[in-house]
């Protein structure tokens, strides 16, 4: 995809209300897309997989096996979680993330809490405080062939 064309459905997402978050159903499965980049999605999907969900993760979106009307609940359910259980220090963000040079020279302690420090817990609070509605979006509207072109 161009750069262009990702401009262009970001142009298309930001004309839903805002507080909403559009979601798509994809055969069995919802997509979600938070915006957030692969690093907090992975945390979120590691605390979504913690209550028994099935879900991958996105730059942009989540791809979870479950009832989209729970939704709402399982997200805020993870990001509490986050915030009690930081994931980072298990997920290896230096796989997603530069976390410099001298990362390596690190003892496995200061790694952990180098690998923690990531999580702005904050932010992620604030990102989920922000979503008012779920808004599913068709898959034959315009705007739904072009989130599925970023699942891809």
Sequence with gaps: MDIA???KI???VQSLEKGASATLEIGESVVIWTWLGKLINSVLGTCLRKRGCVVSEGSFHLVL???E???MG???DAVKDAEANNPLSKLKPEK???LGPHFR???TSQ???AREDWLDIQFLRTWFDGISEIRRVPAEHSLGAELISLTR
């Design 5 to 7: 064309s990702f401009y």
């Design 10 to 12: 970001a142009d298309d």
């Design 65 to 67: 096996a479950c009832d």
């Design 69 to 71: 009307s729970g939704l």
């Design 74 to 76: 399982l997200i805020r």
């Design 96 to 98: 997603m993330v530069d």
């Design 105 to 107: 020279h690190l003892s």
């Design 111 to 113: 790694q952990s809490k």
